[in-house]
């Protein structure tokens, strides 16, 4: 079992209209809707690979509703979310269908009560020895969760012995870092805001510096770059991929954990999480990742890079 | 009791946003929810003139359920919404805090089935005999519903004895207009829709000789303009009200019923659906009434006309 952690979960909703015109009125053609916030994105790949995942995390109002009534039908996604007073959020992407290109409109999300997120932590203590594999603590923080929120499930979670991947960004991150997870997966301007460094190789080495045992950072497109004690790589896609980057990152952050429970060396890990997130930018539907694509392009990540000396 | 019929009910989220620009990432600063679409709005503004009000059309799904919540909590309405299988629709208006202005994204709303259609009249009919005092018609038809339905309506109300006002357009209004509902309230394009005579007053009298009994076209900002067979008004604001529009029309069908069935005088109807329509054009949340404003401009909109010859 793996755990996956989203502190604001969402219901994300998409809109196809024919071309989005700001002070206009559009008819809306198509409405997709599923649950979202990283964690349940990580989640939802980690089931589609075999895995067994329990979700948890806030929910509340009608749109909590809904989300906990679609992750009921997701087989292999276990529903551990809290329940809040607050409102869970709605995302909504307007896609034109001229240009295929995205407006993104986010809500704010509850407000955590300190009560609640006092739950949550002992929820999540409660969690733990069952989610006895791994650990992932995804995305942002709703307001009132306090900015060391993830540093103190961090060591929560090593005091328990469980291994914990940290994919969050900003203060929040430089916090949770210092508590010293396994892995972390910045992009390469969160890596650049959490080190000063806008040169990947050098940043990764300096966020392992800050106390983070394992770096991948996603240099989109072109790959991942990963340090870790037991080694330096960088993984390919074979070719540029083009499509639609969302939910790349979670599906990266699916196959490291995946990888990391199947007790697969770096290279494999980092194979897996790079045709994972190709797979993922070139499936027609946003977030989702196409398993054929994924198959045929495992085998052909290049990996390269130095193992450490023992 | 009046009853008002919403076909095509929504949830109306209003989303506010520094500015929208397509293709961007926007955080939504404020969210505001209300039930919607014409004929619960009605109802609202009927309810908040001390009216006893049932609210009928169709819920479904999720967002069915919220609208359903958020209705039993509005003194004097009367939830008896037929259920469906399909999801009731959203819409959501974007506000810009810059400019003011509105982007509006409306969903397409469920399809209707046959067998839920012959339900929705079945249960329509039953509602009749309780709603004695008037029925309102309010909006458009959600897909699956027949383009007369409207008319079937009419004739049921008309069957009952019942007062009947109609305020839709295109071919539901056309075909309605045939069944010889007691009122109709076009806007100044609807009419010419379907009169095919842009001249207001010549297209308020055609629209009569094609089967309304009373027709009272809204002018925006001027007023209304109404023939019956007890004369004809034209009711104008004190002065040039600037506002959001939004349920404009809606406060006027309110003021319009609530005067019929109060049995006032034409001039008296006309002075209510003005002043109501200015003070909502004038009300900082769209769609409500500033009840401030309704009462000063009440005995300050001008209504002049002559009175039939009996």
Redesign the interface.
């Known amino acids: 079992m793996i755990l996956t952690v989203t502190l604001n979960t969402a219901l994300d909703i998409t809109?196809r209209?024919r071309s989005?015109?700001?002070?206009?009125?559009?008819?809306?053609?198509e409405?997709t809707e599923r649950p979202g916030g990283k964690g349940v994105n990580v989640a939802r790949v980690l089931a589609a690979l075999g895995h067994e995942v329990t979700v948890t995390g806030f929910t509340g109002g009608?749109t909590g509703?809904?989300v906990q009534?679609r992750l009921a039908s997701v087989p292999g996604v276990v529903d551990a979310l809290v329940p809040i007073t607050g409102a869970t959020r709605r995302t909504?992407a307007?896609v034109?269908d001229r240009?295929g290109?995205?407006?993104?409109?986010?809500?704010?999300g509850p407000t955590v009560t300190p009560t609640e997120w006092s739950a949550f932590q002992e929820a999540y203590e409660d969690l733990l020895p069952a989610a006895a594999a791994a650990v992932a603590l995804c995305g942002s923080l709703p307001p009132g969760v306090p900015v060391g929120a993830y540093a103190g499930l961090v060591r929560t979670a090593r005091s328990a012995g469980i291994p914990v991947l940290l994919d969050t960004s900003g203060e929040p991150l430089r916090r949770g870092v210092a508590a010293r997870p396994d892995i972390i997966k910045p992009n390469a301007d969160e890596l650049a805001e959490l080190t000063g460094s806008h040169e990947p190789l050098r940043a990764t080495q300096d966020a392992r510096r800050r106390g983070a045992r394992a770096v991948v950072t996603s240099l989109g497109a072109e790959g991942l770059l990963a340090a870790s004690p037991e080694g330096r790589w960088r993984a390919a896609p074979p070719t540029l991929v083009r499509g639609n980057p969302t939910g790349a990152g979670d599906s990266a952050v699916a196959g490291l954990l995946s990888g990391l429970v199947e007790h697969l060396p770096w290279p494999d890990r980092l194979a897996r999480a790079t045709a994972l997130s190709a797979a993922t930018v070139q499936a027609p539907v946003a977030g989702e990742f196409d398993r054929g694509v994924y198959e045929e392009w495992l085998g052909r990540v290049t990996v390269t890079g130095e193992v450490s000396a023992a």
Chains 1, 2 share one sequence.
Do not use: G
């Open positions: 809109y209209v989005l015109r700001p002070h206009a009125s559009h008819r809306v053609s409405v009608a509703r809904v009534e909504i307007v034109d240009s290109d995205t407006t993104q409109l986010n809500e704010p």
